[in-house]
């Protein structure tokens, strides 16, 4: 099967997104650098014109699911969870949920049997065990996601 061009569907901006420059640092984090760092690391400088920001802080934390990062990858957005602006959360791991945001616009997407949208590809899983922490930052999300949840 040949390999497709990677596509995602992109919302619209916001009115506000277009009128004002979202932050790239945090109170415990700048996400330009870490963006920077492993950018030239581990994807040889090729993701140029990408947006690193914090995304929108919400009065509460979810029940059940927790979104660490996402990419808009039209728009060359990567949007951060602000709840990981956090004295606790380790550098590594905000570099791990970073990478794996980064690496959804290095490796394509694929369809599966039923036509659905594969965006974590035995590819993708590969390629993310390279990060450098991969291993402990796993560990450090399945014994921490309770203190993002409610």
């Not at 957005?77 to 791990?96: A, G």
């Not at 594969?118 to 203190?147: M, P």
Request: aromatic share 14%.
């Amino acid at each position: 099967m040949a390999k497709r061009t990677k596509r995602k569907i992109a919302r619209p901006k916001l009115p506000l997104q277009r009128q004002l420059e979202f932050e790239t640092d945090g109170r415990y984090f700048d996400l330009r650098a870490i963006f920077e760092k492993l950018n030239s690391r581990y994807f040889g400088n090729r993701l140029r014109g990408y947006k690193v920001i914090w995304g929108k802080r919400r009065q509460e934390r979810p029940l059940e699911n927790f979104i660490f990062g996402t990419i808009q990858e039209e728009d060359r957005i990567i949007r951060i969870n602000p709840w990981l602006d956090q004295r606790f959360v380790p550098t590594w791991f905000l570099e791990y949920v970073l990478y794996h945001e980064m690496l959804h616009a290095i490796v394509p997407d694929q369809m599966n049997q039923n036509g659905r949208r594969c965006v974590h590809t035995d590819e993708f899983n590969r390629r993310e065990r390279d990060f450098r922490f991969y291993k402990r930052a796993r560990r450090w999300e399945e014994e921490n996601l309770a203190r993002f949840l409610r």
